[in-house]
């Protein structure tokens, strides 16, 4: 079998990164980010990044750290509204953004990775989304064509993996992490603990080994929580 | 009095019926969830991959790898399930999901919708909202019936970008309630708020709409 773990996010990287190049990042908010991959990446000083990612993360965390340093070109996205360092470079025109509704952007992407060029959808139908696209009508309904999305790279976070790149997600951090993974010429995933082979049943494997090239343990988790929203105990 | 947000919410509430699986929007739409009349069981889905959503944390419960679309810590039920964000959307545009409850900017009299976008202003994105409006069953939109300035925001025509053309299927706003039998039919006020006159609603509503009280 070939080696897939690496010991830390930079090694994962090694020989993957270059200018202009495009990334596909995991996450929804600030929850199942790669956080050591997001800051490998800012420490590479890769430039022109097309970024595909769900949101932007926030002025000090998360993806927010690549805007900080203008290593990213254009942002693929569906909501960024948490970041106003975002909002600052758009406005002035420094960084471009195309804005996809959040199911037409998980559609893409699950569909880039299973070898599907386009699919037609009814969402963004009569909207900004659908200008220039083409348009098809299904049993009296009307459709707009999406195509799939691919990347250089995709970035991931899960919970646990074994040695062979099977993953397991954890509650609410999976979102996008999963299709990303299929969508990836190489995928890198970044993992709360590795455990042995065999040590997850084969039927609770999220994702199979095959999408994932490289994988690593990483370390000081910040999981930042964007609204800490509590109830008193009773 | 016209209902304040707690009022419309409690309202919207009535519009749940048992075994509904139900999308709440960000805002007064997250409310609603306070106001489920008892026996009425329904299972609340969170776009970000979750079916079955409970209350907010204690302290002690607190989990970072569980939140709501609106980024909020949450906690899970005996029911919950977690999915990835292309099987939650498969399930609103599949037309799984009964009802989901938004807000909104405008409303016109067509059942278009805007609540994305303000050209030249606002820069945030459509998040799921454009989903949502094309693919779950029955969209109820809650909102404020004036803007700031006293204008209606149920309208002829809407002047903002577009979340979704046609879909709406119920106004609640803090004046009453606009129902259309079916898409592409006119509303028609079913309702009023407490002390609120046909005149008053007359005056603050541009849009076309039929009176069924």
Same mark, same amino acid.
């Given at each position: 079998m070939a080696n897939k773990l690496y010991d830390d996010a930079v090694s994962a990287l090694e020989g993957l990164l270059f200018d202009g190049m495009t990334v596909m990042s995991g996450g929804f908010g600030l929850c199942g980010i790669p956080e050591n991959l997001i800051t490998a990446l800012r420490d590479s000083g890769t430039k022109g990044l097309t970024f595909i990612s769900n949101n932007a993360g926030v002025d000090d965390f998360g993806l927010g750290l690549l805007l900080k340093t203008h290593q990213v070109a254009k942002m693929i996205s569906s909501y960024v509204g948490e970041n106003k360092e975002f909002e600052r470079q758009y406005l002035s025109g420094e960084l471009q953004l195309e804005f996809n509704p959040q199911g037409t952007l998980a559609e893409r992407i699950r569909a880039g990775g299973a070898g599907i060029p386009g699919f037609y959808t009814k969402t963004g139908v009569g909207t900004l989304v659908a200008e220039g696209k083409e348009h098809k009508e299904f049993g009296g309904e009307?459709?707009? %064509?999406?195509?799939? %999305? +691919?990347?250089?790279?995709?970035? +991931?976070?899960?919970w646990k993996a074994d040695p062979y790149g099977n993953l397991v997600f954890r509650k609410t951090a999976r979102n996008f992490n999963p299709m990303m993974a299929t969508a990836g010429k190489v995928t890198v995933a970044e993992v709360e603990e590795l455990v042995g082979p065999g040590e997850i049943d084969p039927d609770h494997i999220h994702t199979p080994g095959i999408f994932v090239q490289r994988l690593f343990v990483g370390k000081n988790y910040e999981k930042r929580i964007e609204q800490r929203t509590v109830r008193q105990a009773a | 009095m016209a209902w304040n947000r707690d009022g419309m919410a409690a309202r919207a509430a009535k519009e749940l019926k048992d075994g509904f699986y139900v999308n709440l929007g960000i805002g007064i739409p997250t409310l609603v969830a306070n106001h489920v009349e008892p026996g009425i069981d329904i299972t609340l889905q969170s776009e970000n991959g979750m079916l079955g959503i409970g209350p907010f944390p204690t302290e002690d419960e607190v989990d970072p790898d569980l939140i709501n679309a609106g980024k909020q810590t949450i906690t899970e039920l005996r029911r919950t399930s977690y999915f990835s964000s292309a099987?939650?959307?498969?399930? #609103?545009?599949?037309?799984? #999901?009964?009802?989901? #409850?938004?807000?909104a900017m405008e409303v016109a009299e067509n059942g278009d919708l805007a609540n994305w976008m303000i050209p030249g202003k606002m820069v945030k994105g459509m998040g799921g909202a454009m989903d949502l409006v094309a693919g779950v069953k029955r969209i109820i939109v809650l909102m404020d019936h004036t803007n700031k300035a006293g204008e209606s925001k149920f309208l002829k025509a809407c002047t903002l970008p577009l979340t979704g053309q046609g879909v709406v299927d119920v106004v609640i706003s803090d004046l009453g309630v606009f129902e259309r039998p079916a898409k592409g039919q006119p509303f028609r006020l079913i309702e009023l708020a407490p002390d609120v006159t046909l005149e008053e609603v007359a005056a603050k509503t541009e849009a076309h709409y039929e009176v069924a009280l």
């Open positions: 009307t459709y707009i %064509l999406e195509t799939g %999305l +691919v990347a250089d790279v995709s970035i +991931v976070k899960a | 099987d939650s959307f498969g399930m #609103i545009r599949g037309g799984h #999901i009964d009802l989901s #409850i938004l807000g």
